[in-house]
């Protein structure tokens, strides 16, 4: 798809959804309609004061990447569950280690090579003056985490510095663009038994505020191999197509019936996201916090955290007030917030040709 202006990609992105899926009616294989989820999450990651988000979107195929900014600086860690991550700069998250702040984080599309967009951040970020002390200048610190998406369209089109920095420039303190955007904008779920009964992924966002004012944010690119499910029911919204492509039928069940899961490749089904709060945490709380925010994957995504997925959650902490149990509050309602984000991120999703929506099954 290269030379499509982003224009024209979604003139033709709209073609091929109606060539691909002409009206008809969708179920879900077991029960169920199809229609909205139960709970509507609200909120985003910019709630939390402090932050700002900017998404790039290739014009050229579905690919992107998503920046998260904390020039004023905040206290992360990180948490990755998955067998094969693509990182950068999670080694010095660690509470051992002497760097106590990090100034913005990259999630992005295009494998390993979609680490280079945080490049461009930390450019970005260097003209600011933005970073770490470093005896001749600032340093930006710029975690990232990447995601696969290099098997639709053009896989030699994927995010670089130049998209980075496009991302950051971007960035803004209003509710987030949520779907097929930024690092969403290829991501696919459903993976679990080949490319052929998959679905659409995308990015999404949710937050919980507390009465003390108290924010617990989180945004999620989620790009997984099992299915999505309404945490509330078990309700499967997205995911593993049944073989006439029509209704849903389920991975961890077609697994206990006894179906034998595909070949994926090493990476290709990951689930990436950032939690913020702008309570104060510790590098070691902020650890803890990522850690226990991966349950909002385990209650929304099945399976997941498998030997070919790079899960990877960091936690922010810009924290601008306290509370009692810092760790332990925060962490219970961002593995809520992470939930919430997931399950946004199917349902205001756009489908691709091959690879439908949660919003093309409800159409029935």
Not at 171 to 176: E, G, K, R
Request: glycine letters at 16%.
């Amino acid at each position: 798809m290269n030379g499509i202006d982003r224009r024209g990609f979604s003139v033709a992105l709209a073609a091929g959804l109606s060539a691909a899926w002409p009206a008809r009616a969708w179920a879900v294989e077991g029960g169920g309609s199809g229609g909205s989820p139960a709970t509507e999450p609200g909120g985003s990651l910019t709630d939390v004061p402090g932050l700002r988000v900017g998404h790039f979107t290739d014009g050229r195929r579905p690919t992107g990447c998503t920046v998260v900014l904390a020039e004023g600086g905040a206290v992360a860690g990180v948490d990755v569950r998955g067998g094969a991550p693509g990182t950068r700069e999670t080694d010095l998250l660690d509470p051992v280690n002497s760097v106590q702040q990090v100034h913005a984080v990259v999630l992005s599309g295009g494998s390993a090579f979609g680490l280079e967009a945080a490049t461009g951040v930390v450019r970005y970020l260097e003209e600011r003056g933005v970073g770490f002390p470093a005896g001749a200048g600032k340093v930006p610190i710029v975690p990232a985490a990447i995601l696969y998406d290099l098997g639709i369209g053009d896989w030699t089109v994927r995010p670089d510095a130049k998209a980075g920095y496009e991302a950051a420039r971007a960035a803004t303190s209003a509710a987030v663009a949520e779907g097929s955007v930024g690092a969403g904008a290829g991501a696919t779920v459903g993976k679990m038994f080949g490319l052929s009964s998959a679905m659409k992924g995308g990015i999404g966002t949710a937050s919980v505020r507390l009465p003390s004012g108290a924010v617990v944010a989180a945004l999620v690119a989620v790009n997984a191999s099992g299915d999505v499910v309404e945490p509330a029911t078990g309700r499967v919204l997205a995911g593993v197509r049944a073989r006439d492509g029509r209704r849903l039928r389920g991975a961890v069940d077609a697994l206990l019936a006894g179906e034998a899961p595909g070949r994926p490749l090493a990476g290709e089904s990951t689930t990436i996201g950032v939690v913020a709060t702008n309570v104060t945490l510790g590098k070691a709380e902020a650890t803890k916090v990522a850690r226990m925010a991966h349950d909002g994957l385990a209650r929304s995504i099945r399976p997941v955290h498998m030997p070919w997925d790079g899960d990877t959650l960091f936690a922010l902490s810009t924290g601008s007030m306290t509370i009692d149990q810092a760790s332990l509050v925060v962490g219970v309602l961002a593995a809520e917030a992470v939930a919430r984000a997931v399950v946004r991120a199917v349902t205001a999703a756009t489908g691709l040709p091959g690879y439908p929506a949660f919003a093309d099954l409800a159409r029935g």
